[in-house]
């Protein structure tokens, strides 16, 4: 993306009032994807404390299997630097993700591409983890694929993965309801 000047953009840490406010909206998204039969993984992007893209998956409404959150708050905040007439790589530079549930390996890739600098997230993903648990894109030496990003990991982690263990005890969400219970 463009040539790199040398004039790194500041990696910037959001405080814990922040990471609390923000993470709240995260989980109330992350909810309703599981409500909705989706990976319950929700986040926001915010910009100068202000929402710029706001996702949850949605991979099987759109039977898109790229529809993560990320991707999803990702391309609002594209369309909302559009709208502001404002230059991509200087807003997403200082631009911080909030997110349930580690990235994963694509996901990663795109934050990446973006120069997003921060990633706040919950719990780790085992499955597809691209900040460590699979893959470590996130801070790989790869000089032509973006930037590295710095991560907060853990913050109501526990509710995280009871999030998404719920989610895959219902196995495929798209095969028909399963018979009501006899008590
Ligand atoms: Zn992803």
């Known amino acids: 993306m463009g040539t790199q000047t040398g004039s ?27 409500e909705n039969g989706e990976v319950p993984v929700g986040c926001l992007l915010v910009h100068e404390d202000q929402v710029v893209g706001r996702g949850r998956n949605e991979v099987n ?40 549930v580690e990235p994963c390996i694509m996901c990663a890739s795109a934050l990446r591409l973006l ?13 597809f983890g691209g900040c460590g648990s699979v893959l470590d894109v996130s801070s790989a030496n790869l000089p032509q694929t973006g930037t590295t990003f710095k991560c907060v990991s853990g913050h109501r982690a526990e509710e995280a993965v009871e999030m998404l263990k719920t989610f895959y ?4 969400p798209n095969a ?8």
């Open 8 to 34: 790194e953009a500041e990696a910037f840490y959001p405080s814990d009032e922040e990471i609390e406010k923000w993470m709240i909206n995260a989980f109330k998204m992350a909810r309703d994807a599981l």
């Open 61 to 100: 409404q759109s039977k898109n299997a790229t529809r993560h959150a990320e991707m999803v708050a990702l391309d609002q905040l594209l369309d909302w630097c559009r709208q502001s007439s404002l230059d991509v790589k200087s807003v997403c530079e200082r631009t911080a993700l909030y997110v349930t």
């Open 115 to 127: 120069n997003i600098p921060v990633v706040v997230y919950g719990c780790s993903n085992e499955r």
């Open 169 to 172: 005890k219902q196995e495929n």
């Open 176 to 183: 028909p309801k399963p018979k009501p219970r006899k008590d």
